[in-house]
């Protein structure tokens, strides 16, 4: 049974940063693509960053391009979404989800699996 634990949400002021990490198992991360995705209150799952099976594959939301960065760490089965120079619109809660497949955009219809998600509050 897959079972994915996202933690390293809180308050953030605005222009700062946060490391969201998802811990993944039941599957490892050379089975399939992880992402991160993210849902703000009255608003639709969209999705922010993935990372293919092997990792050679990654992609990004354009709304946070230059800005967050995923990595796995295969010792941990983790993956990992830093987020630097956050918005108020970054608020939200975010979820990462496993057996995926990461193509040429975050899909929220590729992912099998999905953890219960993480709050990420961004406010003076």
């Known amino acids: 049974q897959v079972q994915l634990s996202e933690s390293g949400g809180g308050l953030v002021q605005p222009g700062g940063s946060l490391r969201l990490s998802c811990a993944v198992s039941?599957?490892?991360?050379?089975?399939?693509?992880v992402g991160w995705f993210r849902q703000a209150p009255g608003k639709e799952r969209e999705g922010v960053a993935c990372?293919?099976?092997?990792?050679?594959?990654?992609r990004y939301a354009d709304s946070v391009k230059g800005r967050f960065t995923i990595a796995r760490d295969d010792a941990w089965n983790t993956v990992t979404l830093q987020m630097n120079s956050l918005k108020p619109e970054d608020a939200a809660v975010y979820y990462c989800?496993?057996?995926?497949?990461?193509?040429?955009?975050?899909?929220?219809?590729?992912?099998?699996?999905w953890g219960q998600g993480t709050q990420v509050t961004v406010a003076s």
């Open positions: 989800a496993a057996q995926g497949f990461c193509g040429g955009s975050v899909l929220v219809r590729d992912y099998g699996s």
């Open positions: 039941g599957f490892t991360l050379d089975d399939g693509a």
């Open positions: 990372i293919s099976a092997r990792g050679e594959r990654i």
